[in-house]
């Protein structure tokens, strides 16, 4: 499964703790690998999405406690510049043992950052845990904005929950779902620069999770790195997580890997227009592939 990277083992998996799933976007995954992380001497903070002072407006936050990553829990489905607090982690707050989590292209960003770290003295070596979530599509703040206050007609104070799934961008108030819009309206907000990635299920985290997979409710995690499989049997064993096989679970790996390839040779396909003589900026356009 080429699209899907390299994993150790795959499991469909949710929190052990009623209170993280409470208000978890799938099976609290990240919340409950941090939380456990962090009440075990793993990692000593993690950067996360934090609430922000404008409603689904992530803003990058150092979780040092427990309560601080329940108030991260949920998907923001705007950008979340995380990487933004990699040094600073180290700086003030001292962190020797960080964990972080982000998109695709953000695990790519840590990567980078650890191999070659310019202007990154000291970060390398303290980055324990990166949790990678799985990502189709983002939208700047603004385009998420319309897409719930114009296409969904609903207060963006009162959502309780986003989420996009089967085909759809869902809305959830107190009530329930209030509204529901096919995701061919929401194209055209999409960040273009998401036209060019070539990673759906964060390839390069230490274990990675999404929704797509298993049923509501759960999530699917590719462990992936010796870090990510000793901190998850840990986190299994304890109770904090509740991992099952993913033999016959529907839609399963199939559907992940459907979604995988589709992404990745659409904007293969993209870049390759991109880099043609004849694009409508009148000269290639730069590949950062190569
Ligand atoms: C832009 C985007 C697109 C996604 N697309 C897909 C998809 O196509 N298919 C799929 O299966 N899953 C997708 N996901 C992942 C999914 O929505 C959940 O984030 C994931 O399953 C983790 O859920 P959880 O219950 O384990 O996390 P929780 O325990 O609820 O914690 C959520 C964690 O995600 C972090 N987070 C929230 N928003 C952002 C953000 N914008 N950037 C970085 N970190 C963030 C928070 O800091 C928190 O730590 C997407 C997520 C994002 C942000
Ligand atoms: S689609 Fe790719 S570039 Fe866009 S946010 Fe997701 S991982 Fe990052």
């Known amino acids: 499964m080429e699209y899907l990277g390299q994993y150790k083992a795959v499991y469909k998996a949710k929190s052990g703790c009623e209170d993280i799933l409470a208000k978890a976007q799938d099976g609290g995954i990240v919340t409950s690998m941090f939380a456990y992380a962090l009440e075990t001497g793993i990692i000593d903070g993690a950067i996360v999405a934090g609430p922000g002072s404008e409603p689904y407006k992530p ?3 150092i979780a040092t406690t427990v309560e601080e990553l329940f108030a991260s829990r949920g998907t923001k489905y705007s950008v979340s510049p995380n990487l933004a607090l990699i040094k600073e982690a180290t700086r003030s707050y001292g962190l020797d043992k960080i964990g972080i989590v982000g998109t695709p292209c953000q695990i ?11 202007g990154l003295r000291d970060v390398p070596d303290k980055i324990v845990l990166a949790l990678g979530i799985f990502c189709m599509e983002n939208f700047p703040y603004q385009g998420l904005f319309q897409m719930v206050e114009d296409h969904c007609a609903t207060k963006i104070d009162n959502v309780t929950k986003m989420d996009i799934g089967k085909g759809k961008f869902s809305v959830y108030t107190e009530r329930g779902v209030n509204s529901q819009i096919p995701l061919k309206v929401t ?16 390839n390069m985290a230490d274990i990675s999770t999404g929704s797509v997979g298993t049923p509501d409710g759960w999530s699917t995690v590719f462990v992936r790195s010796a870090a990510g499989e000793a901190a998850f049997n840990k986190a299994v064993e304890a109770g904090w997580i509740i991992a099952e096989s993913m033999d016959g679970v529907k839609p ?9 390839t589709e992404k990745i040779t659409k904007n293969q396909k993209y870049l390759e227009h991109r880099a043609h003589k ?13």
């Open 59 to 61: 803003e990058p936050m």
């Open 108 to 118: 790519q960003a840590v990567r980078k950052g650890q191999l070659y770290p310019v």
């Open 187 to 202: 194209h055209k907000y999409e960040q273009p620069g998401c036209h060019v990635c070539l990673d759906y299920v964060a």
């Open 252 to 260: 399963g790996l199939e559907l992940v890997e459907k979604l995988a």
């Open 278 to 290: 004849d694009h409508a900026a009148l000269k290639p356009l730069r590949n950062p592939y190569i």
